[in-house]
């Protein structure tokens, strides 16, 4: 059974950076694309990042510029940099592997003002 486990989150001041990672129970990533979503309270999930098998790769608008996924096939691990925090990226950031429709747990990012 694949198993996704997000790691990295944290506390950070407006304007700093974390790096997120997703890592699988297996050979995944590799083969399937990837999204990084996020669920603020009090608001739904929202799509935040994508990744192809490919490596194609995509953003929502709000995090262009500033968010960046990627991906080591070696350690099946997928990653989102995240650089020049708001406090509105506030959220429990999950990623879900596609091809197995399955979700990691999640990890809290807070930013403060």
């Known amino acids: 059974q694949v198993q996704l486990v997000e790691s990295g989150g944290g506390l950070v001041q407006a304007g700093g950076s974390l790096r997120l990672s997703c890592e699988a129970s297996?050979?995944?990533?590799?083969?399937?694309?990837t999204g990084w979503y996020r669920q603020a309270p009090g608001k739904q999930r929202e799509l935040v990042a994508t990744?192809?098998?490919?490596?194609?790769?995509n953003y929502v608008d709000s995090v262009k510029g500033r968010f960046t996924i990627s991906r080591d096939n070696a350690k099946d691990t997928v990653y989102l940099q995240m650089n020049s925090l708001k406090p509105e990226d506030t959220a429990v950031y999950y990623c879900?592997?596609?091809?197995?429709?399955?979700w990691g747990q999640g990890t809290q990012v807070t930013v403060s003002s």
């Open positions: 297996g050979r995944v990533f590799s083969g399937s694309a």
């Open positions: 990744i192809t098998s490919g490596g194609t790769t």
């Open positions: 879900r592997a596609y091809a197995y429709g399955v």
